[in-house]
């Protein structure tokens, strides 16, 4: 079944820029999402559509899209920051089925 | 200001069935402009989609759960129903209950607080 790939973790220092990516073979095609998720808490939307940020996500995230891979970077990482971060897109079947990555934890050294 | 607040037992028994709610308020679930669905997120783990529920009734299930999903709502409560058969070990986990905003973002853009349900005798 199709599935989209992430690498399980990112450590970046304060002030540093993360970058994050996710593969999947319908990205092409397909719309992906990005949410954050802090312990113990829901998950946020931070990136939708590929690169665009809701109102009120920091202009420091940013998304953006490249064949197969898309990638959200944040720009001057903060401690606050420090999460796992989730993609999320659909397959290109009938069913349009919702996948998620894997999860990226995101560590502020 | 769109709530969601899902609710139900959190001990469910091997072989029962799961059954969740999730109240919305702040919103109309027969608004063509959303979708409400359920997504799971076992301990430790990532998000997992089960399905969602659209203005007019109709569902969509994660292929992998469909077998044992069913999703329903309750206009009259502004609820949305999960129920899930037949559980096991492998179903303990977080449940959230989420809108997917089909205008602007087409993303889960509010959630639930999640709720946990542990499968266990």
């Known amino acids: 079944s199709y599935g989209l790939t992430q690498p399980p973790s990112v450590s970046v220092s304060p002030g540093q820029t993360a970058r994050i990516t996710c593969s999947g073979d319908?990205?092409?095609?397909?719309?992906a999402y990005w949410y954050q998720q802090k312990s113990g808490q829901a998950p946020v939307v931070v990136i939708y559509k590929d690169n665009e940020r809701p109102s009120g996500i920091p202009e420091r995230f940013s998304g953006s899209s490249s064949g197969t891979t898309v990638a959200l970077t944040i720009s001057g990482v903060q401690a606050e920051d420090e999460a796992v971060y989730y993609c999320q897109s659909t397959d290109d079947s009938e069913t349009s089925r919702v996948v998620f990555g894997g999860g990226t934890k995101l560590t502020v050294l | 200001q769109v709530q969601l607040q899902e609710s139900g037992p959190g001990l469910v028994k091997p072989s029962q069935t799961l059954s969740l709610t999730c109240t919305v308020s702040g919103a109309s679930i027969t608004s063509a402009d959303f979708y409400w669905s359920w997504i799971r997120q076992s301990p430790g783990k990532g998000l997992e989609w089960i399905g969602y529920?659209?203005?007019?009734?109709?569902?969509y299930y994660n292929p992998s759960l469909k077998s044992r999903v069913n999703i329903s709502r309750d206009v009259s409560k502004s609820q949305v129903s999960l129920k899930l058969s037949s559980v096991t070990a492998a179903d303990t986990a977080v449940f959230y209950c989420?809108?997917?905003?089909?205008?602007?973002?087409?993303?889960?853009?509010?959630w639930g607080q999640g709720t946990m349900v542990t499968v266990s005798s």
């Open positions: 989420a809108r997917v905003d089909l205008v602007t973002t087409i993303a889960f853009d509010v």
């Open positions: 319908a990205l092409p095609k397909q719309y």
């Open positions: 529920i659209n203005h007019s009734g109709n569902t």
